[in-house]
């Protein structure tokens, strides 16, 4: 168990729908990034928020966007869903906003039918 | 652009060999490599991670090595046991927070 809890663990939905995957940093971490991975593209950073503050953003598309609550969960709401939204995505936590101490979570298998 | 890539798609080695996993990155001014392990269903696990004053850096059978002059990353893997199985990942990171990772190798161990 890496601390970062990720739920849920799988989502099946259709196109057009909206979710949203939640994340849970490990304790003491102030920052959360979100991760897309889909066959052909790997792992692709989509945004960090630190300590409630958006901090960088990645590839993200418009339909896709997220927010960091003051118990410092994340949420990462996916709209208007698309087949080629389907992927992994993860949610990794660090202490500071650097690349130092990450910690990735199991992540959530999203399944665009 | 941005890229940090992987030789091979997929390495297979016997039980109890040396396993070396390359990465060439794209970016000269990168500081900070780390090696990730990723196993089926599961999130990416760190292994190890190096700075680019150094140019190797060693933990519990596994040793990174960074040639910041070709821009090439290695991950050596000592006496490969079937728990090593899986797809390993070399990323890029430093202060910004972001990671910049390769495409993955598939590491196969043959008992």
């Known amino acids: 168990d890496s601390g970062v809890t990720q739920t849920p663990k799988h989502l099946i939905t259709a196109t057009g729908q909206r979710v949203t995957l939640r994340c849970s940093p490990r304790?003491?971490?102030?920052?959360v990034y979100w991760y897309q991975q889909s066959l052909d593209q790997g792992l692709q950073f989509l945004i960090q928020?630190?300590?409630?503050?958006?901090?960088a953003k990645g590839n993200i598309l418009e339909r896709f966007s997220a927010q960091q609550f003051p118990d410092l969960h994340s949420e990462l709401n996916l709209s208007s869903l698309e087949l080629g939204d389907s992927a992994l995505y993860f949610c990794?936590?660090?202490?500071?906003?650097?690349?130092?101490?990450?910690?990735f979570g199991s992540g959530t298998r999203l399944t665009v039918v | 652009g941005e890229s940090v890539g992987l030789h091979l798609p997929t390495l297979s080695v016997q039980e109890g060999d040396n396993s070396i996993i390359n990465c060439a990155y794209s970016?000269?001014?990168?500081?900070?490599f780390i090696w990730y392990k990723q196993e089926s269903g599961k999130g990416p696990q760190f292994i190890i991670d190096?700075?680019?004053?150094?140019d190797k850096r060693q933990g519990q059978r596994v040793t990174v090595l960074l040639n910041k002059t070709v821009k090439h990353l290695s991950l050596q893997i000592a006496a490969t046991q079937p728990g090593d199985s899986a797809v390993y990942f070399c990323?890029?990171?430093?202060?910004?927070?972001?990671?910049?990772f390769g495409q993955g190798t598939t590491l196969q161990v043959k008992p």
């Open positions: 990794a936590s660090s202490v500071v906003g650097s690349t130092d101490g990450y910690t």
């Open positions: 190096i700075r680019s004053n150094m």
């Open positions: 970016n000269s001014a990168s500081d900070y």
């Open positions: 928020y630190y300590n409630g503050e958006e901090r």
């Open positions: 304790s003491g971490d102030l920052s």
């Open positions: 990323a890029e990171g430093g202060n910004t927070g972001k990671l910049i």
